[in-house]
């Protein structure tokens, strides 16, 4: 991969989910889906919304690529290559969760049809799709492809994969806080 940033954001997606993922798969398939407050999301329907994310990002990439000549007009000047925690930044800000829009919000016929390790090999298939997608951006294209996004403060490609991982970090950590409870 030419960005070595996008590969640093890509490599604390992996570790994540190594450090994660194993309280996860220790659930039976019935607590998967199983919600933990009325109104809230079970672990399995966080876990698919990862999913989600993941391929409306992909495809977000694949539109954005109109803008490569534009970037390569401004490679020479200075961009980002972090972003802050928006959805912590919303939190207390709001004193709530961000919602999901509703193209996010994982579908109740999925239900028990999937178990985690199934997700998660949906979540290593389009990782590794969007990774393959974004091999041969350069960093100084990269950080100049911005996407149309005024929550995230107009995110950058590189800033959008870190976002990626704070978003699934903070999933994470909601999911197994279900699972200790259900323990």
Same mark, same amino acid.
């Given at each position: 991969m030419k960005s =070595? @940033? &996008? !590969?640093?954001? +890509? #490599? =604390? %997606?992996?570790? $994540?989910?190594?450090?994660? #993922?194993?309280?996860?798969? =220790? #659930?039976?398939q019935e607590e998967l889906w199983q919600q933990g407050h009325e109104g809230k999301w079970s672990i399995g329907e966080h876990f698919y919304h990862l999913y989600l994310i993941l391929k409306m990002l992909h495809t977000a990439i694949k539109y954005s690529f109109f803008l490569t000549p534009f970037a390569k007009m401004r490679?020479?000047?200075p961009f980002a290559t972090e972003i802050h925690d *928006?959805?912590?930044?919303? $939190? @207390?800000?709001?004193? $709530?969760? &961000?919602?999901?829009? @509703?193209? %996010? !919000?994982? @579908?109740?016929? *999925?239900? +028990?049809? %999937?178990?985690?390790?199934? *997700?998660? $090999? /949906? %979540?290593?298939?389009? =990782? /590794?799709a969007l990774q393959k997608l974004v091999q041969n951006i350069d960093e100084d294209v990269a950080g100049h492809i911005v996407f149309p996004d005024p929550i995230a403060h107009y995110p950058n490609l590189i800033q959008a994969i870190q976002l990626l991982a704070i978003h699934e970090r903070h999933h994470f950590k909601a999911m197994v806080g279900l699972a200790r409870k259900m323990q």
């Open positions: =070595t @940033s &996008m !590969v640093k954001h +890509f #490599l =604390t %997606l992996e570790e $994540q989910r190594a450090h994660y #993922l194993p309280a996860i798969h =220790t #659930l039976p490679r020479n000047k *928006i959805y912590e930044e919303y $939190q @207390s800000k709001k004193g $709530q969760g &961000m919602r999901a829009p @509703s193209i %996010l !919000v994982p @579908s109740k016929k *999925i239900r +028990f049809a %999937l178990n985690s390790y199934d *997700i998660e $090999q /949906l %979540l290593i298939n389009e =990782t /590794l």
